[in-house]
């Protein structure tokens, strides 16, 4: 089956910059539109980025121009860059396919400190 595992995660300052990861094992990822997500405490998990299986992103509107999503498909990985954080984008970050999600993994916290 599917298995999701994000990693990178860590306590930052405002302002500081950070990587969280995600390999899935399980399925190729080359055609498969993929996104980062993002589950704040007391709210709803939230998509904050999207990258299609061609190459083209979406970012929410909270993250854009801040956070950055890429993919290696022949390591079966995507990426989020996230600079400029802000103690608002503190939450747990998953990764899974876009739309019809695979079984959700561990997820990585992300702390921001002000």
């Known amino acids: 089956q599917v298995q999701l595992v994000e990693s990178g995660g860590g306590v930052v300052q405002a302002g500081g910059s950070l990587r969280v990861s995600c390999v899935v094992s399980?399925?190729?990822?080359?055609?498969?539109?993929m996104g980062w997500y993002r589950q704040a405490p007391g709210k709803q998990r939230e998509l904050v980025a999207r990258?299609?299986?061609?190459?083209?992103?979406n970012y929410s509107d909270s993250v854009k121009g801040r956070f950055t999503i890429s993919r290696d498909n022949g390591k079966k990985a995507v990426y989020l860059q996230m600079i400029s954080l802000k103690p608002e984008d503190t939450a747990v970050y998953y990764c899974?396919?876009?739309?019809?999600?695979?079984?959700w993994g561990k997820g990585t916290v992300v702390t921001v400190s002000s």
């Open positions: 990258i299609a299986s061609g190459g083209s992103t």
């Open positions: 399980g399925t190729t990822l080359s055609f498969t539109a």
């Open positions: 899974n396919r876009d739309p019809f999600p695979w079984p």
